[in-house]
């Protein structure tokens, strides 16, 4: 049987607007991350109270992949994007005209997590336009829209220098409304798109041993990614005094730098084994961190930071070289619960900075229980692999000619 005429065609417009759509929603994911040093002083927060206020759009926006990632597949996954675009304006709205108070804040970072959810709506929508042998580009570019972190953090103190920190979340209505447009405009979802999967078989998926562990790394990977992203800027204003601005440029570039070489883990882990090439990257997550749980002086630690976000970013690539490999027939299934469930690990790291900080008085500690769960993957990964006789020959990337076996059968 022959590819489907959708699959094989592709549909520009509707990466372009799955590229948007992410990229918007992912600024607005960590926006409360890149405010965080004027919400803070503005309301007096203490730490522990910081890393929750960044983390809590975190929790809820990995949480929510799942059941909307269920939802695009049985109503059409443009109807769910339009629908996080326009109940995004609710807590946008929130934010703007009252937020006064912490516990007020924390239900508009709720609310504002549904952004994160983007993930399971953006990225399908463009994939089921392409078929299998463009896949790594058409994810490559519609999962740049992480770019999204270093437009909120380049923006969003600049903007709340001049204008407040509430009117910045009013503001942010006017791109997300440009978003909105072009989503209805240009995106469309694939003929051939399949009929949603009962959710048992879904669940089906947790008895999967391997799943949990691609969780738990990708847990330490984009956990640790979107999880400093927002809190870097309290981080660095706190132990080091620096400005709001300078905090947000430093914290963009480090963003900058793990967003851009996501897809260079996933050509690495192509060309030389995700498992060899995970390790590797595990070492010098570890590594990062540890040197970091010494406080060096702010050019040293911004150093260490940038390299272990590299580090960080290309292993969100490789860990999703990884799962399509091992579950290719489960792909939707697996996709979904590394994402939602790894995403967890950016709820769990501010919150982890910010009560260490509270209880210690230092950073220090935090960062070396990061050091130690970077390793305990390490472990788990090098052990599971070992047992697992033939990980490095059969998780690869499928030749063509497997390809057309697959399409005639």
């Not at 999967?197 to 984009?222: E, M, N």
């Not at 192509?270 to 997550?285: A, E, F, H, K, T």
């Not at 976000?309 to 999703?320: D, I, R, S």
Request: proline content about 5%.
């Amino acid at each position: 049987m022959k590819a489907p005429a959708a699959a094989r065609i592709g549909h520009l417009p509707t990466l372009l607007a799955s590229f948007m759509h992410f990229d918007l929603s992912f600024m607005l994911w960590v926006l409360l991350g890149a405010l965080g040093i004027y919400i803070a002083e503005s309301m007096h927060l203490n730490p522990a109270e910081k890393g929750l206020m960044v983390a809590i759009p975190i929790l809820s926006g990995s949480l929510l992949r799942i059941p909307l990632g269920l939802l695009s597949d049985r109503i059409g996954a443009k109807r769910v994007g339009v629908g996080i675009l326009v109940f995004l304006f609710v807590p946008l709205t929130l934010g703007w005209q009252a937020g006064n108070g912490l516990p007020e804040l924390l239900a508009i970072g709720l609310l504002l997590g549904t952004a994160g959810a983007s993930f399971a709506v953006a990225l399908p929508l463009a994939s089921r336009w392409y078929p299998p042998e463009r896949q790594g580009v058409v994810m490559g570019i519609a999962a740049a829209g992480n770019s999204g972190t270093v437009i909120a953090n380049l923006l969003a103190p600049r903007l709340a220098e001049a204008v407040g920190w509430h009117n910045v979340l009013g503001l942010a209505m006017l791109p997300l409304g440009l978003v909105l447009i072009a989503f209805v405009l240009m995106a469309k979802d694939s003929p051939d798109r399949s009929a949603g999967q009962p959710v048992r078989h879904y669940l089906k998926a947790l008895k999967h041993r391997d799943l949990w562990l691609f969780c738990a790394l990708y847990s330490v990977t984009f956990g640790g990614y979107v999880g400093l992203s927002s809190f870097l800027p309290l981080f660095l204003r706190d132990q080091y005094g620096v400005s709001p601005l300078t905090a947000g440029y430093l914290t963009a570039l480090a963003a900058f730098v793990g967003s851009g070489l996501r897809p260079v883990g996933g050509y690495l882990a192509d060309r030389w084994g995700g498992v060899r090439v995970l390790s590797v990257l595990l070492v010098g997550i570890i590594a990062a961190y540890a040197m970091g749980s010494r406080i060096p002086p702010i050019a040293a630690m911004v150093s260490l930071l940038v390299i272990g976000m590299a580090f960080l970013g290309m292993g969100n690539g490789t860990v999703f070289q990884l799962v399509p490999q091992r579950f290719r027939k489960e792909i939707g299934v697996a996709t979904g619960m590394v994402g939602a469930i790894g995403g967890l690990g950016g709820f769990l790291l501010p919150n982890l900075l910010g009560n260490v900080k509270q209880a210690t008085g230092s950073f220090s500690q935090g960062f070396v229980v990061l050091a130690v769960v970077a390793g305990v993957a390490l472990v788990m990964l090098r052990l599971l692999a070992w047992h697992q006789h033939g990980w490095r020959s059969s998780w690869r990337a499928p030749t063509s000619a497997e390809r057309s076996m697959e399409l005639e059968a």
